[in-house]
């Protein structure tokens, strides 16, 4: 699986809208950008994933440079309950061999968000 | 929808005795399960994928001696801690997936502690 690069924290204004960034310059043509993030002593949480269209939901904004090689996540209006430690993965769900639908995880983003 | 729980949510033990971790996909079966653990201020670690009436595949220097991993039906898959050792606390999180190429979800970690 291609490696990913974030920056190790960032802090952000309650309501403010927090960009996290996210480089995967080895990125393969098959390989989605998964976000997750992780609340302290929690299981990690599912946010959003794409392959290289921007993507939308509830939680997040997903936003895909044209080559790929780069993305942000955006949390439209952040807020206290979203500090957390936010990863991104890039992932082969098929195509087989040993890393085969894996998520690797780095070290991801501390997001503190703060009043 | 996409729940997944542990049991327990944590246990402590004493030195030499074996701790089994139960991961339920609730509301969905899951043809494959991921097993990681994760160390105070690290990232999560994978340890082994379980796919349904067949044995662990495990990450290269994780035990499978010492951490049995059993998938029995599309919705339970457990781990068991052999013959536990201070070293082995950690937090331990399942996460599963209920098709190739799908997302995956995970539960809320067991907290083990051996004395």
């Known amino acids: 699986d291609a490696k990913t690069t974030q920056p190790p924290s960032m802090d952000c204004a309650e309501g403010r809208a927090a960009n996290l960034p996210c480089n995967h310059s080895t990125i393969s043509g098959n390989e989605y950008v998964y976000w997750y993030r992780q609340i302290h002593s929690q299981g990690p949480q599912y946010i959003i994933h794409?392959?290289?269209n921007n993507e939308t939901n509830e939680m997040a904004s997903l936003i895909i440079t044209e080559d790929r090689k780069s993305s942000t996540l955006i949390l439209p209006h952040a807020t206290l309950r979203d500090t957390a430690v936010y990863y991104c993965i890039v992932r082969s769900p098929t195509g087989g061999g040993t890393s085969y639908g894996k998520l690797t995880f780095g070290q991801g983003t501390i997001l503190t968000v703060h009043p | 929808g996409a729940v997944v729980s542990q049991h327990p949510s944590w246990v402590i033990c004493k030195s030499g005795t074996s701790v089994k971790i139960e991961c339920r996909s609730l509301d969905f079966q899951a043809t494959t399960m991921f097993w990681y653990r994760q160390f105070p201020k690290q990232s999560l670690m994978l340890m082994a994928t379980?796919?349904?009436?067949?044995?662990?595949?495990?990450e290269q220097g994780v035990e499978k001696d010492k951490f049995l991993i059993n998938h029995a039906s599309l919705t339970l898959s457990t781990l068991t801690v052999t013959s536990a050792h201070p070293e082995d606390s950690s937090f331990y999180i399942c996460?599963?997936?209920?098709?190739?190429?799908?997302?995956?979800?995970f539960g809320p970690g067991t907290r083990l502690t051996v004395l």
């Open positions: 996460s599963a997936q209920r098709l190739a190429g799908e997302s995956l979800f």
């Open positions: 794409g392959l290289k």
């Open positions: 379980s796919n349904e009436g067949s044995k662990a595949t495990y």
